[in-house]
């Protein structure tokens, strides 16, 4: 990552990666009351294993950096305003027939379900065949695998609409543009950064995954 002038920043990275980023921005660019970077431009190296992407740099505090120092009044606040562009997200793209699959089109890339993509890289067209494989071990015959498959089991035969997904909904990735001060003083909506595991998969995807990096059912956050 590199800094440039007029607040601009350079980012290199593997080609699959800047693919699906591109995509994204290019995607949201079209949508409205969704914060997010702006992509000025991107090119790939002759051999296409690499890509180089400008885009606005959004300068200003991560909300994980910041989250011990939000008052309840400010958490209120930016609950609101993710629910908000969440819900304006999900209103300008769900459909019923998209493919599930990642925001270039390919198989979904995921850090916390790789198997998908290093095992059995696939584009899905049902809701339920690709809950089954996320969801792997249910049917094994130990207890927690009948635990889970019961809890599970409303997702499993039910299907969903198609929306496009931001993947990975952490607090390190809420930017409050110019800092934590002028976001209190209303100055700005937050930021959504690091689009890199975006897609189009089932619509309750994002508030799934903000439970599986919680390990308190009970935190403010989830």
């Given at each position: 990552?590199?800094?440039?002038?007029?607040?601009?920043?350079?980012?290199?990275?593997?080609?699959s990666?800047?693919?699906?980023?591109?995509t994204?921005?290019?995607?949201?660019?079209?949508?409205?009351?969704?914060?997010?970077?702006?992509?000025?431009?991107?090119?790939f190296?002759?051999?296409?294993?690499?890509?180089?992407?400008?885009?606005?740099?959004?300068?200003?505090?991560?909300?994980?950096?910041?989250?011990?120092?939000?008052?309840?009044?400010?958490l209120?606040?930016?609950?609101?305003?993710?629910?908000?562009?969440?819900?304006?997200?999900?209103?300008?793209?769900?459909?019923?027939?998209?493919?599930?699959?990642?925001?270039?089109?390919?198989?979904?890339v995921?850090?916390?379900?790789?198997?998908?993509?290093?095992?059995?890289?696939?584009?899905?067209?049902?809701?339920?065949?690709?809950?089954?494989?996320?969801?792997?071990?249910?049917?094994y015959?130990?207890?927690?695998?009948?635990?889970?498959?019961?809890?599970?089991?409303?997702?499993?035969?039910?299907?969903?609409?198609?929306?496009?997904?931001?993947?990975?909904?952490l607090?390190?990735?809420?930017?409050?543009?110019?800092?934590?001060?002028r976001?209190?003083?209303?100055?700005?909506?937050?930021?959504?950064?690091?689009?890199?595991?975006?897609?189009?998969?089932?619509?309750?995807w994002?508030?799934?995954?903000?439970?599986?990096?919680?390990?308190?059912?009970?935190?403010?956050?989830?």
């Amino acid at each position: 990552v590199i800094s440039l002038p007029f607040g601009l920043v350079l980012k290199m990275n593997e080609s699959s990666g800047h693919t699906t980023k591109v995509t994204t921005l290019q995607l949201l660019s079209s949508l409205k009351a969704i914060n997010h970077p702006f992509l000025f431009h991107c090119v790939f190296s002759s051999m296409k294993d690499r890509g180089y992407m400008v885009s606005t740099w959004v300068d200003g505090d991560s909300t994980a950096d910041v989250w011990d120092v939000l008052q309840p009044t400010d958490l209120k606040r930016m609950a609101d305003d993710l629910q908000d562009q969440w819900q304006a997200l999900q209103s300008q793209t769900e459909n019923q027939r998209h493919p599930i699959c990642s925001a270039a089109g390919g198989t979904i890339v995921d850090a916390r379900v790789p198997w998908i993509a290093e095992e059995r890289p696939q584009v899905f067209h049902d809701c339920c065949v690709s809950a089954t494989e996320v969801w792997l071990g249910l049917d094994y015959d130990i207890p927690s695998g009948q635990a889970l498959r019961k809890d599970m089991q409303t997702v499993l035969d039910t299907v969903y609409h198609i929306s496009f997904c931001h993947g990975d909904m952490l607090p390190k990735n809420f930017i409050s543009p110019g800092g934590l001060a002028r976001w209190q003083e209303g100055g700005s909506r937050v930021c959504f950064i690091d689009w890199e595991q975006a897609g189009w998969l089932p619509i309750y995807w994002d508030a799934l995954k903000t439970t599986w990096v919680e390990d308190d059912t009970n935190s403010e956050y989830t």
